[in-house]
């Protein structure tokens, strides 16, 4: 079991770790149990996240048993960020995205067989745990010196804002959370963002602390692109994993769009494929660019992971339907309404003349431009070529969403709303 490592190491997947040669060993000797935190402080899981959950899948697809810790008690807390105090979320909604992000995390891992997944909630040992029994139990494992020397409570103590007590005892919190799976579930490997190694070093401390217990640690990257700048970001914001808040068809055009010089690294971070696959696929993009071939495999993969299979190959369509390859006709309202968000659109009825939509969508600059542009054969909807200057617009034309698709020539596309 233990060529995983190596697997995970081929991949990029791992950032910091403990002693390796140990926890190989270790692995070899049989199938661990195995943990990754994730705290509720907003309601739905991102990409970053997801670096973590392909982490778990991989080490369960080698015999090892997840634990999905959900923070419903470290969520109230809140984790120090590097500027600035979190502001405390209400307890009703912290345990409301608690149970968001459960339902999340239950879709990546198996929950059947020997080594089935299983999640967990701080909130559950936490609330019990007494203000002197933290202090007695847990407190005195720790030294100041090492709390007050980790990055972001010396830049937040360097700060105007310095750093509220809550939030510097975050880290004791979650060393008690490796401690408790430890105890109760033999868990002897945390994993988590490499911006949590301090906070893991910690668990893994206390355990041999306060049980003469050994543990790992090992954390993901901070997945950047080539050009060493944050990978992520859309224009309405982060990459959700919940369709509601980012449509699947934006969350598949996000990865459709990576850059040539970032494919290979994002196919080995947030794929299953394998290497030598992945060696293919890299080799036959870079011969034939123009086919975006490894954008497009990244986009189905990750997508079909996040959203499954149906919705992917419902973006897909929805794709071709605007490049005029499927009839639109078949798409669900709610994906051509999501296709479609960006585009160029005003309002339209049925009996509406053609040339009188053309104009108000800003196709041509006239009603006389819009009938040569009809004459010169110029002039399509939903894929279909506009024969007559006195066309109006007919029920049939009406798309699923109330969304007709009015387009000039090859490129300019825009989009009539009912």
Known sequence: ?????DELQARGLIAQHTDLDELRETLDRGPITYYCGFDPTGPSLHHGHLVAVILMRHLQNAGHRPLVLVGGA??????PRASGERTLNAAEQVAEWTGKLSNQLSRFLSFEGDNAARVVNNYDWTSELSAIDLLRGIGKHFRMGTMLAKDTVARRLASDEGISYTEFSYQLLQANDFLELYRRHDCILQTGGNDQWGNLVGGMDLIRKAEGGSAHVL?????????????????GGAIWL???????????????????????????????ISLDEIDEIVAESTAKPFLRLGQRRLADEVTTLVHGAEATERVKEASAALFGKVDPANLDGDTLSDAVAELPSAAARVGMPVVDLVEALGLEKGKGAARRTIEAGGLSINGVKVEHVDAVISDDQVLPGGIILVRKGKKNLSVGRI
């Not at 470290?74 to 984790?79: F, K, N, P, Q, S």
């Not at 954390?219 to 992520?232: E, L, M, Y």
């Not at 509601?244 to 947030?270: G, H």
């Open 219 to 235: 954390t993901t990257p901070i997945i950047t692109k080539a050009d060493g700048t944050k990978f992520g970001k859309t224009e």
């Open 1 to 5: 079991m233990s060529h995983i490592l």
């Open 74 to 79: 470290t969520g109230l807390i809140g984790d």
């Open 242 to 272: 919940d369709p509601t808040m980012l449509s699947p068809y934006a969350f598949y055009q996000f990865w459709l769009n990576t850059a040539d010089s970032d494919v290979e690294r994002l196919l080995k971070v947030f794929t299953f």
